[in-house]
């Protein structure tokens, strides 16, 4: 079955820029989303069609792709940024979805 | 404003049936504008898309789970439902249901999540 790869942690210091990055054979034709998941919270969509920021979201947050790899950046990020990452996307059909592996950001 | 509550058993026996049902209030499920999905997180893993289906009953699923993933509507409660059969300890995980919001196209309403447990 289709499968997004994500590495499983990323760790930069405050102020930094993070980069967390999502492997799928379809990304050049299915958008990439981007969740962020907090212990115990719902996750919450930061980037969606691969580039566009839901309002509310800090602009520090941004998503970009090419081929078949997406990127998610964060900019300057901030302590308050440390989460699990999840990209989601579908496979080539759009009938099945698929949510990477997650990716731990540590902001420290 | 939607808000989602799953509900239904914290332990089941394993090879029996997992039944959980998602209460939706703040909209109606046969709103065309959303579909309604299940997701789940083993302890320690990460998200596992289990299936979705649409305001017309129409339903995708995981093809790792297709075979004991079932999915519907309960449309007279406004509310809807899954089952999973045959459950061994590899399904013991939180179990959340979503509202996937067809215009931006992300799920974009949670539940808190059940957690269910398989074990003897």
């Known amino acids: 079955s289709y499968e997004l790869t994500q590495p499983p942690s990323v760790s930069v210091s405050p102020g930094q820029t993070a980069r967390i990055t999502c492997s799928g054979e379809a990304l050049p034709k299915k958008y990439a989303y981007w969740y962020q998941k907090k212990s115990g919270q719902a996750p919450l969509v930061v980037i969606y069609?691969?580039?566009k920021r839901p309002s509310g979201i800090p602009e520090r947050f941004s998503g970009s792709g090419s081929g078949t790899t997406a990127t998610l950046t964060i900019s300057e990020a901030q302590v308050e940024d440390e989460a699990d990452y999840y990209c989601?996307?579908?496979?080539?059909?759009?009938?099945?979805?698929?949510f990477g592996g997650g990716t731990k950001l540590t902001v420290l | 404003q939607l808000h989602l509550q799953e509900s239904g058993p914290g332990l089941v026996k394993p090879s029996e049936t997992l039944s959980l049902t998602c209460n939706v209030s703040?909209?109606?499920?046969?709103?065309?504008?959303?579909?309604w999905g299940w997701i789940r997180q083993p302890p320690g893993k990460g998200l596992e898309w289990i299936g979705t289906?649409?305001?017309?009953?129409?339903?995708y699923y995981n093809p790792s789970l297709q075979s004991r993933a079932t999915a519907s509507l309960g449309t007279a409660k406004n509310q809807f439902s899954l089952t999973l059969t045959s459950v061994t300890a590899a399904d013991t995980a939180m179990y959340h249901c979503a509202s996937f919001d067809t215009g931006l196209m992300v799920y974009d309403t949670w539940g808190p999540g059940i957690m269910v447990t398989v074990s003897s």
């Open positions: 989601y996307s579908t496979d080539s059909s759009g009938d099945h979805e698929v």
């Open positions: 289906i649409y305001y017309t009953g129409t339903t």
């Open positions: 069609e691969d580039k």
């Open positions: 703040g909209g109606s499920i046969t709103n065309f504008t959303f579909y």
